[in-house]
Nanobody, 130 residues
């Protein structure tokens, strides 16, 4: 079992930056691939980025590539999402999530579906004003 708690959300102007953190408890963290999803009002939850158990493998939704960076610190049981050049359309609740397997790629596809992940945090609100 693993519990996840996000922090770092807030209100930022377009073009600005934010760093989200996700603190995990439970010994499973070091063996889990981790990811961030987001959900805007009236929309489905969508994949943002994923990182493998050791941080060596990452994968991003196309629209986030070059603007967002996912990373992790296993010594601190924490995963991060550094967001820059934020746009109003990035406004959403951001969720941290983990899956009980170490990799972000199955061999045929990347793990980008909500159902691929086992553990979820409560989310942190990010609002980008224009």
């Amino acid at each position: 079992q693993m519990q996840l708690v996000e922090s770092g959300g807030g209100l930022v102007q377009a073009g600005g930056s934010l760093r989200l953190s996700c603190a995990a408890n439970g010994r499973a963290f070091g063996n889990c691939a981790m990811a961030w999803f987001r959900q805007a009002p009236g929309k489905e939850r969508e994949f943002v980025a994923a990182v493998s158990w050791d941080g060596a493998g990452t994968y991003y939704e196309n629209s986030m590539k070059g603007r967002f960076t996912i990373s992790r610190d296993n010594a601190k049981n924490t995963v991060y999402l550094q967001m820059s050049v934020l746009k109003p359309e990035d406004t959403a609740v951001y969720y941290c999530t983990g899956r009980t397997s170490p990799h972000v790629y199955s061999g045929t596809r990347y793990y980008t579906r909500v159902g691929d992940y086992n553990y979820w945090g409560q989310g942190t609100q990010v609002t980008v004003s224009s």
